[in-house]
């Protein structure tokens, strides 16, 4: 499928769900639109617009955005987070920016025995029912799975290729100080990243010299079962760490890049603290880790009012699977569903 035929096909799929998304999101239509209608607004979306798609970046996935009649919303959405530091100050006042730090937990463990990656996919509520599971075979031989927000790129939230390599994704947010004004989008780059062929390949698409920001990649080479945890930062600042039989918690901190936060993030160290205290030696104790609700401030597994764990994915390298689980990975009645990660 070309890109345009793919945008042109999740625009006609999914193009209710995707305005309904952006009817209920907390920010887009109150503070991104108007935002985006000032002088300083516009010129910043037109210069993000023209790094994203231009030749050195990723025009091909830009003709992969849905197209639907509301397209500058949509656009707003996918490049909200290199947006968000540059909003003027007494709107940025108005915006409970702890929750932009507060997207997902991850355990990863790399052993004979156990070669797993597993991960909270967490949001805003507004999300909950306006994502979906996308499988997609490109027309240069690759193919993938990808867990897509409705509106956004597959992926922000995590997938697997035809060449074995999955990975999931977490927010470790920047000071805005070290946000580059009309860099390259996280979006685009986890898009990217559906194409790596292998470790190296994939670390080289996440090293993107011209980043607005950064990011946190869980990656795993399901061939080699190789697990590495990659942190990402604005000016060409990343960190690779490989996982080996320790397990290992990652949430929405810079655990290793020396980086300035941009917020204190009180959920990250209370469920960091609480992951230590728990034993992680077997899948279902990594589960029970990920089901955690016994901080009721700032659970492992979240249940609203404002976030919400959408779902859990354990990407297996022993077993070659992906099992996606629709509530709460801890307790054995939760919905299943395993995809074969030679099935793409």
Same mark, same amino acid.
């Given at each position: 499928m070309e890109p345009y035929e793919m945008g042109l096909a999740i625009g006609k799929r999914f193009s209710a769900m995707i305005e309904r998304r952006l009817e209920q999101d907390p920010l887009v239509r109150s503070q991104l639109v108007p935002f985006s209608r000032t002088s300083d607004g516009e010129q910043l979306v037109d210069d993000l617009s023209a790094t994203?798609? +231009? #030749?050195? =970046?990723?025009?091909?996935?830009?003709? *992969?955005?849905?197209? @639907? %009649?509301?397209? +500058?919303?949509?656009?707003?959405?996918?490049?909200?987070?290199?947006?968000?530091?540059?909003?003027?100050?007494?709107?940025?006042?108005?915006?409970?920016?702890?929750?932009?730090? @507060?997207?997902?937990?991850?355990?990863?463990?790399?052993?004979? &025995? #156990?070669?797993?990656?597993?991960?909270? *996919? &967490?949001? &805003? @509520? %507004?999300?909950?029912?306006?994502?979906?599971?996308?499988?997609?075979? #490109?027309?240069?031989? @690759? +193919?993938?799975?990808?867990?897509?927000?409705?509106?956004?790129?597959?992926?922000? =939230?995590?997938?697997?290729? %035809?060449?074995?390599?999955?990975?999931?994704?977490?927010?470790?947010?920047?000071?805005?100080s070290e946000t580059v004004r009309g860099g390259v989008g996280r979006n685009f780059v986890s898009r990217d990243l559906l194409e790596a062929k292998d470790f190296t390949d994939a670390l080289k698409r996440i090293q993107n010299p011209t980043l607005s920001a950064g990011h946190c990649y869980n990656l795993l080479d399901i061939n080699a079962k190789m697990i590495f945890n990659v942190e990402t930062a604005s000016k060409q600042r990343f960190t690779s760490l490989q996982i080996s039989e320790a397990p290992y918690f990652h949430a929405n901190m810079y655990l290793c890049l020396d980086v300035s936060q941009q917020v204190s993030n009180d959920s990250s160290l209370h469920r960091?603290?609480?992951?230590? *205290?728990?034993?992680?030696? %077997?899948?279902?104790?990594?589960l029970a880790v990920l089901g955690d609700g016994s901080d009721e401030l700032y659970p492992i597994y979240m249940t609203g009012p404002k976030l919400c764990t959408l779902v859990t994915v354990v990407f297996d390298a022993s077993s070659r699977t992906m099992t996606l689980y629709h509530g709460n990975p801890a307790k054995s009645s939760t919905l299943q569903l395993e995809i074969s990660l030679d099935s793409v």
């Open positions: 994203n798609r +231009s #030749l050195n =970046a990723f025009p091909r996935y830009w003709d *992969e955005l849905p197209l @639907v %009649s509301f397209f +500058s919303q949509l656009l707003l959405l996918n490049l909200r987070k290199e947006i968000f530091p540059f909003l003027p100050t007494e709107v940025a006042k108005a915006r409970d920016v702890n929750l932009e730090a @507060v997207e997902c937990s991850d355990i990863l463990v790399c052993r004979p &025995d #156990l070669t797993v990656v597993a991960h909270n *996919e &967490d949001a &805003d @509520v %507004s999300v909950e029912g306006h994502a979906f599971l996308l499988h997609a075979v #490109l027309p240069h031989g @690759v +193919s993938f799975f990808a867990y897509t927000y409705a509106g956004e790129l597959p992926t922000c =939230a995590f997938g697997f290729n %035809s060449f074995g390599v999955a990975f999931t994704l977490d927010a470790v947010p920047l000071a805005p960091q603290k609480r992951a230590a *205290e728990m034993p992680k030696n %077997s899948l279902e104790e990594i």
